[in-house]
Structure formats: structure tokens, C-alpha cells
């Protein structure tokens, strides 16, 4: 399916990046125009993108606009160091930067600048291509349920955000619904909110925006909506996948796989072979953000006249952790969703490319 982001995530605006803001979403539809190193490397740092795959973009039109005035190799490694620092768990975002580099630095400095443009917008082009092909092998799985359940909607369960405004294509784990959606399979998506930051929010404002039947619902709630058998397949994104399979994604994402394999319902890993980590042997080497506590004790949102803001949930001195990720074993995982084709965590080695 060819799918066309309603609004683009991420665009080449002469030597400028123009981004989707995703922290005024849902409420505010705006973009942001990025003309520095230094202003690419702070909106994915702040999650003004965020998504693994769009991550690893942004970071590589930050290495093309960080070059326009000095393309030396002090000022690449520069480049490719400050962007490199930004999140830690997404393996797509070091993936692109290696990408940038080996196309990089065989080259003479004056061929750099407009050669980091064509490969940083070659990632893109490919990303879009990666999202269709996922969402091509998870409507297979989804026609499968589909076809047992005599027509009935297909329940699919998600946590955070991996749809369009997390990749430059149609999405991850939102692909395969996108794709079922259009072909006229029944479904109904189950979205979590994802405290802290409420990533399930992008969920429902995308799958609201595109028609597709969807209910949101505490991350609390999502254990009894599988133990009363509501839920036909648990679908989510990743941001490392070890190369034995444990995969780490957004925290809470562990809570609904073991609450899956506790009620025989199938847990999928919809990501890239990009975020495969095949120099991770396995989940407890995978580094886990830590984002501080902050982000725990507040709420973001719209007051009652309707203006954006944050209001203090606790108590001043209330001690908070906030790990953005957790890891969910390889032994949870029914199969992870490649672009190319559905894989068992445990034969993920076999998939190694020659160059990783
Ligand atoms: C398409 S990967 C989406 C991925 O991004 C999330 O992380 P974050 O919002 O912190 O960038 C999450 O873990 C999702 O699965």
C-alpha cells in the first residue's frame, strides 16, 4: 500500500529540516524549522521527534546541515558526536549516523555537504518503503485473525506511538492496521496512554484523524481488557531488538507482553532491521534512558479554557524514577515483523546481513 503521511514528519527545506512538533500534539497541528547542529540534536533530545525511525532521519539531516559552512572531518565527527548523544536507547538513531559516516568520509570535504542531503534524504525514501513492506507481512497475521473470527473485528492491542508520526512512512505497529483498514478487514485498536509522556495520545489522534475504530485506556487497564479475552494479538514498536531477540520498547510494553503469554494471546514486535542490534547479544546490555523525574510528577495537557500546560501532579520532594524503556525477553515474543517477513525472535541471527 502506498501510503502518504498527511502531514510530513520530516522535510529538506533548503539547508533547514521543517519537523511535525510532536510535543503540541494532539492539541496544536505546527511545524518546526531547525537550521543548527545544535537545534537538531535539542528537538530530538526534548522528543520534539521521536520514534525510532524518524529519530535516526532527523539525526542524519542534522549531519547535512551541520556541514554547509565546514564539511572537515573535525567538523563531521563533531556532528556525528552531538547527535549521537541525544537519546541512547534507539539504536536507528547510531544505525544512521554509521550510515552518514561510512557515505561520508570517503569523501573529499567539498563533496560532503550535498552528499549528506542525498543520503540523509535516501533514509528517508527507504524508511517509507520499510513501513509499507511491515505493514505488507503484519496484514497477513491480521487476515489470519480476521478469517478465525468470521468477520468480527480484529482486536489489536498497541502501547506508545509507532504510527506515521514516529517514521517517515505509514508506521510500525500501526502498518499492518493502516493496511487492514484499507482493506476493508475489520479492526479495533486498543491504545494505552503511555505515562508519562502520553504517546498513546498520537495513537488516537492518528487512528481517529484515519477512521479506524480505536478505544483508549489507562496502562493500567490494559492486563483485564487480555484476561477477558478482548484482545486478538498485542502489536507494539521497538526501539532495540538484541540479536537474540529480547526487545526493548516503551516502558510498560513488558507488563502487556507478560500479560499476553499469560492468556495465550500473540505478542508482536513490528520494527526495521534497522533497529536490530546484532552487535547486542542481549537485552540487559540494551543502555535504557533514563529521563528523570520531572516528567512523573507533572501532566501535560489543556486547562478548562483550553490553553496548553503542565500542572504538578505531587507533593514538592516526592522521589521519582522514570526509565523510558523496559526490555521484554525474547521468550515473550510470538515474532517480530521485519520488512522482511515475520521472524521468530530466536532466528533473528539467521537474518544477519553480511555488513552487520
Ligand atoms: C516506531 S518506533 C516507536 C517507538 O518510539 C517510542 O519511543 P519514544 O516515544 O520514546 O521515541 C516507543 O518505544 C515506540 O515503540
Same mark, same amino acid.
Given at each position: ?5 498527511? /502531514? ?40 520534539? +521527534? ?22 572537515? &572531518? ?9 547527535? *549521537?548523544?541525544?537519546? !541512547? ?33 535516501? /533514509?528517508?525514501? &527507504? ?25 468480527? !473485528? ?8 509507532? %504510527? ?26 486498543? +491504545? ?22 480505536? =478505544? ?17 494479538? +498485542? ?26 503469554? &499469560? ?5 508482536? /514486535? ?12 542481549? %537485552? ?7 529521563? *528523570? ?7 501535560? %495537557? ?23 524503556? &523496559? ?6 515474543? =510470538?515474532? /517480530? ?8 525472535? *530466536? ?10
Amino acid at each position: 500500500m502506498n501510503f502518504v503521511q498527511p /502531514i510530513p514528519t520530516l522535510q529538506r527545506d533548503g539547508n533547514a529540516a521543517v519537523i511535525l512538533d510532536q510535543t503540541l500534539l494532539p492539541h496544536r497541528v505546527a511545524t518546526c524549522r531547525l537550521e543548527t547542529l545544535e537545534a537538531v540534536a535539542a528537538a530530538i533530545r526534548d522528543m520534539q +521527534v521521536r520514534g525510532a525511525p524518524l529519530i535516526g532521519a532527523t539525526a542524519a539531516f542534522g549531519v547535512a546541515i551541520a556541514l554547509r559552512t565546514d564539511a572537515g &572531518d573535525a567538523r563531521l565527527a563533531e556532528a556525528l558526536e552531538v547527535l *549521537g548523544k541525544t537519546r !541512547p536507547t534507539a539504536v536507528n538513531l547510531h544505525w544512521a549516523l554509521a550510515r552518514m559516516r561510512t557515505c561520508l568520509q570517503a569523501l573529499p570535504a567539498e563533496a560532503r555537504h550535498q552528499a549528506a542531503w542525498l543520503e540523509a534524504e535516501a /533514509i528517508c525514501r &527507504d524508511d517509507a518503503r520499510t513501513c509499507a513492506a511491515i505493514g505488507d507481512h503484519g496484514l497477513a497475521l491480521l487476515h489470519e485473525i480476521a478469517t478465525r473470527r468470521g468477520g468480527k !473485528p480484529v482486536r489489536v492491542m498497541t502501547h506508545c506511538n509507532a %504510527g506515521w508520526v514516529a517514521t517517515l512512512g505509514a508506521g510500525t505497529a500501526l502498518a499492518p492496521v493502516y493496511q487492514a483498514h484499507a482493506a476493508g478487514v475489520p479492526v479495533h485498536v486498543w +491504545v494505552s496512554e503511555t505515562r508519562p509522556r502520553n504517546q498513546g495520545l498520537l495513537t488516537e489522534w492518528e487512528l481517529r484523524e484515519a477512521g479506524v475504530p480505536h =478505544t483508549y485506556l489507562t496502562d493500567n487497564a490494559a492486563g483485564i481488557l487480555v484476561a477477558r479475552g478482548e484482545v486478538d494479538i +498485542v502489536i507494539t514498536g521497538a526501539d532495540r531488538v538484541a540479536a537474540n531477540g529480547d526487545s526493548a520498547n516503551k516502558v510498560g510494553t513488558y507488563l502487556k507482553a507478560l500479560a499476553a503469554n &499469560d492468556n495465550q494471546v500473540p505478542f508482536y /514486535i513490528a520494527a526495521p532491521m534497522s533497529t536490530v542490534d546484532f552487535d547486542c547479544p542481549g %537485552g540487559e546490555a540494551i543502555p535504557i534512558e533514563d529521563r *528523570g523525574p520531572a516528567e512523573v510528577l507533572s501532566v501535560s %495537557g489543556l486547562d478548562a479554557t483550553g490553553q496548553p500546560g503542565t500542572i504538578r501532579l505531587a507533593p514538592d520532594g516526592v522521589a521519582a524514577v522514570n526509565p523510558a524503556f &523496559d526490555v521484554t525477553p525474547a521468550r515473550l515474543i =510470538t515474532g /517480530i515483523i521485519t520488512e522482511l517477513g515475520v521472524c521468530a525472535p *530466536g532466528r533473528l541471527i539467521g537474518w544477519k546481513p553480511r555488513s552487520a
